[in-house]
Nanobody, 115 residues
Framework: QVQLVESGGGLVQPGGSLRLSCAAS????????MGWYRQAPGKQRELVAF???????NYADSVKGRFTISRDNAKNTVYLQMNSLKPDDTAVYYC?????????WGQGTQVTVSS
């Protein structure tokens, strides 16, 4: 059974940084495509960053140059380093894994950017 557990969210001032973690169990992330999504109140869930098992990454235009997705295969964990945070980055952030013909989601972690 695939499970994803996010952590690292919190309250941060504009311009600050946070690193989100997504620990996976029930599968090996090195053979999976994985991504980070976010959902702000009243808005649809949107892709933030994506990492393929082949090593490619892509980012939403709104976070390019500020966010970085990375993996630690030894820890079976994916990270999202978020720098230069803006109030518009406030959302619940979700980890996603593609495998066994479907997508899996974590429970989400709240990120609030406010002074």
């Amino acid at each position: 059974q695939v499970q994803l557990v996010e952590s690292g969210g919190g309250l941060v001032q504009p311009g600050g940084s946070l690193r989100l973690s997504c620990a996976a169990s029930g599968t090996i992330i090195s053979i999976r495509d994985m991504g980070w999504y976010r959902q702000a109140p009243g808005k649809q869930r949107e892709l933030v960053a994506f990492s393929t098992r082949g090593g490619s990454t892509n980012y939403a235009d709104s976070v390019k140059g500020r966010f970085t997705i990375s993996r630690d295969n030894a820890k079976n964990t994916v990270y999202l380093q978020m720098n230069s945070l803006k109030p518009d980055d406030t959302a619940v952030y979700y980890c996603n894994l593609v495998g066994y013909g479907r997508g899996y989601w974590g429970q989400g972690t709240q990120v609030t950017v406010s002074s």
